[in-house]
């Protein structure tokens, strides 16, 4: 079982940056592909960017050229640097992980606990 923990959300400006980690303790974490996803209030969750197992990376089109997404493997954990932070931005962050990955949450089998993001003036 894979267990995942996500840290570094909280409040930053409009405009800030804000750098989000998902941590495990897992050795086997570099064979797997990791995701984070993003919940607003009344809003369905939804993909934000995904890292391969080679390092390459996927982000959704709001996100790009602002979010980058990296993995530590050594340290057994990825991080989403955030810069250019946007009132629309604001949701709970999940990271999850997965053999496969993809696009979707079912495409991951395990999720941390999320981590708030709060973006205000």
């Known amino acids: 079982q894979l267990q995942l923990m996500e840290s570094g959300g909280g409040l930053v400006q409009p405009g800030g940056s804000l750098r989000l980690s998902c941590a495990t303790s897992?050795?086997?974490?570099?064979?797997?592909?990791v995701g984070w996803f993003r919940q607003a209030p009344g809003k369905e969750r939804e993909f934000v960017a995904a890292?391969?197992?080679?390092?390459?990376?996927t982000y959704t089109n709001s996100v790009k050229g602002r979010f980058t997404l990296s993995r530590d493997n050594a340290k057994n954990t990825a991080f989403l640097q955030m810069n250019k932070v946007a009132v629309e931005d604001a949701a709970v962050y999940f990271c999850?992980?997965?053999?496969?990955?993809?696009?979707?949450?079912?495409?991951?089998?395990?999720w941390g606990q999320g981590t708030q993001v709060t973006v205000s003036s």
């Open positions: 999850a992980a997965a053999s496969t990955g993809g696009f979707y949450q079912r495409d991951y089998n395990y």
């Open positions: 897992s050795y086997t974490f570099t064979s797997y592909i």
């Open positions: 890292i391969w197992r080679d390092g390459s990376t």
